[in-house]
């Protein structure tokens, strides 16, 4: 549930918690922030069976809250969607929520493991890339990339700035002799060309992709693989939550849009299952974002990789996903959204790294839809005759993106967007012209 606050609102930390309704619900106790003050609100992930139902947010007092609270305030917001659930696996229906949880032992239609049934499972390889630097995440997202459930996996590291990472070496002290992880070096700065790379190493038939600063879900992977049910599924995207709300920029960040595309899963394709909205499939972020992503090997090779004009690391700084995103939606592929598939990003922290991370987003959008104009005439005529209803989308109070926003959504930041937009046309060339 999304609180509306006015302008002269002040963003304090929010605590995350994740509760499995599996388990009897424990009751929270006082933490510390990070950087500080107190936490006096709660946002809880809301689990049955390891599935994410959506998010409860709860008040706390001096730090604490009851699990019996908790209870009553997860099935006042979400009983429906709880009920639905039991439903559909075939289970009691509940009627309401206890501290001792719902009690379903045993493997649940639900799980990845049904979904992949008996067959061998596919070969998976997980690709995450990296930069390095005293900044990186990288070992904590690596710790998650080898604990996963799924079995049948490799890890390769693609190093983008292999010249002064420091990676070999830190890999080398901080997992000695790990059998299922791999290192390469991709020179050529720019996250597709890194991406790209690891593909190209990759051995699994399904290739996974995320980023260095993510703490990865156990059943990640695995719900990953278990959404190519379909031959028709060429890419399976998954949620991205966010791994702390401690400061204000972080939770503007979310409200500029944030990653997470919903609990529902959803399929999109250019016959029966597109949206009902005259941008798509140039509708920006439904599809889901690169840091959270998996491919059929062949596919990727198919569609030519990511390409190397766009993304971060680039004059285009972005819109890599959102290119071969639609390109696969065009042609003729499908892609699944699977919440089940979580990743938890790590936000910047700071208000200036905030704007000038939508100031990128808008001119990695800006140079995608440039080279779907200049490189694409099949599709040019039907993207151009878009730009006024995208102009209604970026602009208008009510449209679905900005209509959730609170008063408190600092109007620089909705500047900054439009500016990186505006130059994207600009940073495509400069790209096209470098790369």
Not at 75 to 99: F, N, S, Y
Not at 121 to 133: E, F, K, M
Not at 137 to 165: C, I, K, M, W
Not at 383 to 399: K, M
Request: aromatic fraction near 6%; proline fraction near 7%.
């Amino acid at each position: 549930m999304r609180r509306r606050r006015d302008a002269g609102a002040t963003f304090g930390p929010i605590r995350l918690l994740d509760v499995e309704l599996g388990r009897p619900l424990e009751d929270v106790r006082p933490l510390r922030p990070a950087l500080g003050g107190a936490y006096d609100e709660l946002r809880i992930l809301v689990r049955l069976h390891g599935r994410p139902l959506g998010t409860v947010t709860a008040r706390l007092q001096d730090g604490n809250l009851d699990g019996g609270l908790m209870a009553d305030a997860i099935w006042g917001e979400m009983a429906g969607a709880i009920q639905r659930h039991c439903r559909k696996d075939g289970l009691p229906v509940p009627e309401t929520l206890v501290v001792a949880g719902l009690e379903h032992p045993g493997q649940q239609p639900c799980s990845w493991r049904s979904a992949l049934g008996e067959a061998p499972p596919p070969l998976a390889t997980l690709v995450v890339t990296t930069c390095g630097g005293q900044d990186s995440r990288l070992h904590e997202t690596l710790r998650g990339a080898l604990a996963q459930t799924y079995t049948r996996f490799e890890v390769v590291v693609v190093d983008n700035r292999p010249a002064t990472s420091g990676v070999p070496p830190a890999l080398a002290a901080a997992f000695p002799n790990e059998p299922n992880l791999r290192y390469v070096a991709e020179p050529r700065p720019g996250l597709s060309h890194a991406r790209n790379c690891g593909a190209a190493t990759a051995r699994g038939e399904i290739i996974a992709f995320t980023d260095d600063d993510v703490d990865i879900d156990a059943d990640w992977l695995a719900c990953l693989v278990a959404g190519f049910d379909d031959p028709r599924v060429a890419c399976v995207t998954g949620l991205i939550l966010p791994l702390e709300l401690e400061t204000g920029a972080q939770r503007l960040l979310e409200e500029f849009g944030g990653y997470a595309k919903g609990f529902e899963r959803r399929i999109w394709d250019c016959a029966d299952h597109g949206l009902d909205n005259p941008l798509y499939p140039y509708t920006v972020g439904v599809f889901g974002s690169g840091a959270n992503a998996a491919f059929r090997a062949s596919v990727l090779a198919d569609l030519g990789g990511f390409d190397g004009v766009l993304g971060t690391g680039t004059p285009a700084r972005g819109g890599e996903d959102i290119d071969i995103y639609v390109t696969c939606v065009q042609r003729g592929y499908r892609i699944t959204y699977e919440p089940g598939a979580i990743v938890r990003h790590a936000h910047l922290r700071e208000m200036d790294q905030v704007r000038q991370k939508v100031r990128d987003y808008g001119v990695g959008l800006g140079a995608m839809l440039t080279k779907h104009l200049v490189t694409n005439r099949s599709t040019a005529a039907a993207l151009l005759s878009r730009v006024p209803t995208g102009a209604v989308h970026l602009l208008s109070a009510s449209s679905p993106k900005n209509a959730s926003r609170s008063g408190a959504y600092p109007p620089a930041l909705i500047l900054a967007e439009l500016e990186g937009l505006a130059y994207g046309p600009v940073a495509y060339v400069r790209s096209r012209v470098s790369s």
